[in-house]
């Protein structure tokens, strides 16, 4: 247990820190092996901030210029970064499983361990080879106890876009339930601008599609809820953009014809917030669903406003 403590404690020095005890390591006597024995299991922190891009795209970004490298080029590479930044933790065993499934296990196993490096060298190009990597850790399984299991070291020195991206989603919905609704829209820009794409882009795997139909349900629930924010505040203009981008992942949601008709009609669009719907009860019809209740009253008051007199610019 003070071994364990010991470790949680170093992983929060920096560089700096670490160095110093480096120079303490090098000492005799009781504490100068105690301190060797941590520098020897444990990596120094890194100096830089890494950023692991995966939603629209699989990209690395140190200190905020993009990474690139001959390591980049390869496939597997970039599918066990996604794959490490998509479980959180995992098993050297999980990952073989799903990047090499049709190897026999001695060759996978052999891909994986060059895969690994390569990753390795990719994130921290300053680690020495007989240092453990600080970013990527790599512990015992109890039962086993071989140091199978693996996961990002994420925090202060490496980053995820996912993760950030579902921190501010979640902190939107708690300013929500605050009624902090400023701090809510915020919180919603954030987490938009985050949210470039589909989890790896093109590149997506098989393996990744329970991750993917999370992260895009908080996508479209953050741009309907920024737009319904932004709509009542008198913004016409985001709250299109924010429908547009919604029914171009999800073509059938009623919520974001909605939200694109009430903003048609807040510019006195009148026919075009006609279409909208008109484009919305065709597309129901077609997966044969009624629509909800509240599409019903604003096709009825859509109706009603288009059968009164022209507005002067109206199309």
């Given amino acids: 247990a003070l071994c364990l403590a010991a470790g949680i404690w170093l992983e929060q020095l920096d560089a700096v820190g670490y160095r110093h005890l480096r120079r303490v390591a090098a000492s005799s006597g ?6 060797k024995r941590l520098t020897s299991e444990l990596a120094p922190p890194p100096a830089t901030v890494t950023t692991i891009r995966l939603l629209g795209g699989l990209r690395v970004e140190r200190e905020g210029v993009q990474v690139v490298g001959p390591e980049w080029n390869r496939a597997r590479v970039r599918q066990l970064k996604l794959f490490l930044a998509t479980r959180g933790e995992t098993t050297r065993e999980d990952a073989i499983r799903a990047l090499w499934p049709d190897l ?47 996961r990002l070291n994420t925090g202060t020195h490496l980053r995820l876009d996912t993760e950030l991206f579902s921190a501010a989603v979640a902190g939107a919905a708690e300013a929500v339930r605050l009624g902090h609704l400023r701090e809510a829209l915020k919180l919603h ?29 908080q996508f479209l629930a953050v741009a309907l809820r920024a737009g319904e924010l932004l ?19 999800e073509p059938w949601s009623e919520r974001a014809h909605r939200l694109q008709a009430s903003a048609h009609l807040a510019r006195g669009e009148r026919a075009a917030a006609r279409r909208t719907l008109d484009l919305c009860l065709a ?17 009825r008051l859509t109706r009603l406003i288009a059968s009164a007199a022209p507005v002067v610019g109206d199309p």
């Fill in 30 to 35: 009781t504490v100068g092996r105690a301190a």
């Fill in 104 to 150: 026999d296990i001695e060759p996978a196993q052999n891909n994986f361990r060059v895969t690994l490096s390569y990753l390795q060298r990719l994130l921290e190009p300053g680690r020495s080879r007989n240092e453990p990597s600080y970013l990527l850790h790599q512990t015992a399984n109890v039962l086993h106890q071989t140091a199978n299991v693996l």
């Fill in 189 to 217: 820009r954030e987490a938009l601008d985050l949210y470039r794409g589909d989890l790896g882009g093109a590149e997506q795997p098989d393996w990744a599609t329970g991750a993917q139909t999370r992260l895009r349900s």
């Fill in 231 to 249: 709509l009542a505040e008198g913004d016409t203009d985001d709250p299109l953009g924010l429908a547009g981008r919604v029914l171009d992942v």
């Fill in 283 to 299: 597309r129901l019809d077609d997966l044969d669903v009624a629509p909800e209740p509240e599409t019903t009253r604003l096709d």
